[in-house]
């Protein structure tokens, strides 16, 4: 079974400045996708950026992008110039590439706080 | 397009009650998938509808079930209530099976008293 963990539980970044969220991912397949979603205090959760394993280019949607390294199984979004508005709970999470293992695993989220 | 609608958006139920929730998932979606939030357990998953067919389960007693209509609309259910199924609820949508990226609608709020 896959696994995503996401080791800080809590990260602050100021305004304007750079943030790192890091995930780690446990699988046996080769072709799967991986994705950051944004979960504000409004509860809803909210697609940052997705990642095809099988692209070696990092994905980048404006001011995100990620790190991915396959090989280490590491996949980590990089928020450029905060803003105010990024503070929200972050999810990593994985989906297979075959339809019958088709759901969502999630890491335990890291809390984003964004300060003046 | 409008997102996935999800309603009621909160629900307080007695235990030993039943609940149905619902879910409109994004027009031309034909896929959704329901998932469970709780501060203890995280995200966790449900299950999966394509085209009115139950596709994957997740790790939940017999007391969880859902369906899906020709329309693509879904609904869970909740039988016999237990506190421990205060959470939100959080429905998605894709517009396929996987790969396809699940959009996500604003939860409901479910507590059992």
């Known amino acids: 079974a896959q696994t995503v963990t996401q080791s800080q539980p809590e990260m602050s970044v100021q305004e304007a400045e750079t943030v790192t969220l890091s995930c780690t991912y446990d699988?046996?397949?080769?072709?799967?996708?991986l994705f950051w979603y944004k979960q504000p205090p409004s509860r809803q959760m909210i697609l940052v950026i997705r990642?095809?394993?099988?692209?070696?280019q990092n994905a980048t949607e404006n001011r995100f992008s990620v790190n991915f390294q396959k090989a280490a199984k590491s996949f980590s979004l990089k928020i450029s110039d905060s803003q105010l508005g990024d503070a929200a709970m972050y999810f990593c999470?994985?989906?297979?590439?075959?339809?019958?293992?088709?759901?969502?695993?999630f890491g335990t989220g890291t809390r984003l706080q964004v300060t003046l | 397009k409008a997102g996935v609608t999800q309603t009621p958006r909160y629900l307080i139920k007695t235990r030993g009650q039943q609940v149905t929730l619902s879910c409109s998932p994004i027009?031309?979606?034909?896929?959704v998938s329901w998932y469970q939030q709780t501060p203890g357990q995280g995200l966790q998953f449900l299950f999966e509808?394509?085209?009115?067919?139950?596709?994957n389960k997740g790790n939940f007693p017999g007391r969880f079930s859902g369906r899906q209509f020709s329309n693509s609309r879904s609904e869970m259910n909740v039988s016999t209530l237990e506190l421990g199924d205060s959470a939100l609820y959080l429905c998605?949508?894709?517009?396929?099976?996987?790969?396809?990226?699940?959009?996500f609608g604003p939860g409901t709020r479910l507590t059992v008293l």
């Open positions: 699988t046996s397949e080769s072709d799967y996708y």
């Open positions: 509808y394509f085209s009115e067919t139950q596709r």
């Open positions: 999470a994985y989906r297979s590439f075959t339809g019958t293992a088709s759901k969502l695993t």
């Open positions: 027009s031309g979606h034909r896929s």
């Open positions: 990642q095809e394993a099988y692209k070696q």
């Open positions: 998605a949508s894709s517009f396929g099976q996987a790969p396809d990226t699940q959009y």
